[in-house]
């Protein structure tokens, strides 16, 4: 699956668990790295930065900007192998009704 159509899937996902978030694509022309797409949901906020499969290629600031992001809240690369698991890390972040962080490793 190329990266865009899993994007667009991610997306619409994220909509019917969270049906009041806002997802916002950013530009990648404007700041170089940084994640795809943020997701507002109520107080809280996360980043994610698709790839098309687990070993597809991070471009250069990718990871310092998932890796900062995370520290703020929470921000994740994802893939069609790790969706799962990353829904549902977005699902405990935005429960807490707080800023979260969720570590796990890089």
Known sequence: MLESPFRTKL????????PDCMII????????????IIILNGKSWAALETKKNKTAKRQPNQPYYVSMMNDM????FVSPENKEEVLNELQ??????RVSRISRPK
Do not use: H, V, W
């Not at 950013?26 to 940084?34: W, Y």
């Not at 405990?92 to 009704?97: E, K, L, N, P, V």
């Open 92 to 97: 405990r972040s935005f429960a807490i009704g």
């Open 73 to 76: 809240s929470y921000a994740a």
């Open 11 to 18: 997306k619409a996902e994220i909509t019917t668990l969270f």
């Open 25 to 36: 694509d950013t530009d990648p022309s404007k700041m170089q790295g940084l994640p795809d």
